[in-house]
């Protein structure tokens, strides 16, 4: 597609459910990268993928928290026991390369509530 | 502990002035990025600056990265009310990942 597309737009789950998050990002970008954004704050980085492999996942906050990139493309956040906590947005970039200041291609995000 | 400080934090002004935002850091960067974010939407990348002492021009919006490469400023000329939005700069030290600062708020006011 045209754009990184994330799925749903909107997600309200129930503390202690599990919920997964969806990031279609631009055909050909090798480089895909989750980042959460709370209120009133930049976002904050999760975890990168460079083709299939988590190559730097030093960002996810717990063990809850998972992401995969089984084939290089799609990529699914999953967390588990979701906590009030984890409310926020999730978003999702891809780049043609992690180096050299290409920049990043955001999607417009999921909106997790968690109540 | 933020990484990168933007200032101010919220600023308003009348359609056709100008106005200058700040991105500080003590930390340096290999590259620098500027975006702007609306309500509902993620950030949508302005420009990327590399060089120490860099200047790009976006049609009326001016980047400079600092000499040091540890801060930048957007200079908005004449501005207009789609201007409206969050800016966040977002600093990258070679370790594929960027570390956003919290954003200017922008108000342009018809």
């Known amino acids: 597609g045209a754009g990184v597309s994330q799925t749903p737009s909107n997600k309200v789950t129930e503390k202690g459910k599990y919920v997964e998050l969806r990031c279609d990002p631009i055909s050909g970008h090798t480089a895909l990268y989750w980042y959460r954004q709370s209120l009133g704050q930049g976002p904050e980085f999760l975890i990168y993928f460079q083709g299939t492999g988590a190559a730097d996942d030093s960002g996810l906050p717990n063990d809850r928290f998972f992401a995969v990139r089984p084939e290089g493309s799609v990529s699914t956040l999953k967390i588990q026991r979701t906590e009030r906590g984890d409310s926020a947005v999730y978003l999702c970039a891809s780049s043609l390369s992690p180096q050299g200041g290409y920049g990043y291609t955001f999607g417009s995000g999921t909106r997790l509530t968690v109540v | 502990t933020q990484l990168l400080e933007q200032s101010p934090q919220f600023l308003s002004i009348q359609e056709g002035e100008n106005l200058t935002v700040y991105c500080n850091s003590s930390?340096?960067?290999?590259?620098l990025q500027w975006y702007r974010q609306e309500p509902g939407e993620g950030p949508v990348l302005l420009v990327t600056v590399v060089t120490g002492g860099e200047v790009k021009k976006l049609k009326r919006l001016t980047f400079q990265f600092g000499d040091a490469r540890k801060d930048s400023s957007l200079h908005i000329t004449a501005a207009q009310p789609g201007d409206t939005g969050l800016y966040l700069c977002a600093g990258e030290q070679g370790n594929n990942r960027l570390a956003f600062g919290k954003g200017n708020q922008v108000v342009v006011i018809p």
């Open positions: 930390s340096v960067f290999s590259s």
